[in-house]
């Protein structure tokens, strides 16, 4: 399956942005998803990852409460709706489609990543 991430771009301190994740060649409607995110000269962390029928969510504590993952299967697409955004959400966004149907926070359980879109905050 190759993922496809869109919607980064620069937004100011509190404002909004909707990630999207599109999958092509084959759907991922049985796999979990997450999102993770690099900042400049740190480590890829995770964001928030969705199980396959979207029936159970996850999220960093950094972003709990601002950040809402959602999915559309009909459409092989998953959301990241990011609200409330501050400078440190500064990093490239990354989706990743889980080896099954229920996805855990550690990357190595991913085995498709897409290959990022850049969200900007500023202060």
């Known amino acids: 399956v190759q993922l496809q991430a869109s919607g980064g771009g620069l937004v100011q301190a509190g404002g909004s942005l909707r990630l999207s994740c599109a999958a092509s060649r084959r759907t991922f409607s049985n796999n979990a998803v997450g999102w993770f995110r690099q900042a400049p000269g740190k480590e890829r962390e995770f964001v928030a990852t969705?199980?396959?029928?979207?029936?159970?969510?996850s999220y960093a504590d950094s972003v709990k409460g601002r950040f809402t993952i959602s999915r559309d299967n009909a459409k092989n697409t998953v959301y990241l709706q990011m609200n409330s955004l501050k400078p440190e959400d500064t990093a490239i966004y990354y989706c990743?489609?889980?080896?099954?149907?229920?996805?855990?926070?550690?990357?190595?359980?991913?085995?498709?990543w897409g290959q990022g879109t850049l969200v900007t905050v500023s202060s």
């Open positions: 969705i199980s396959w029928n979207g029936g159970s969510t």
């Open positions: 990743a489609a889980g080896r099954g149907p229920y996805g855990p926070r550690t990357q190595n359980q991913y085995n498709y």
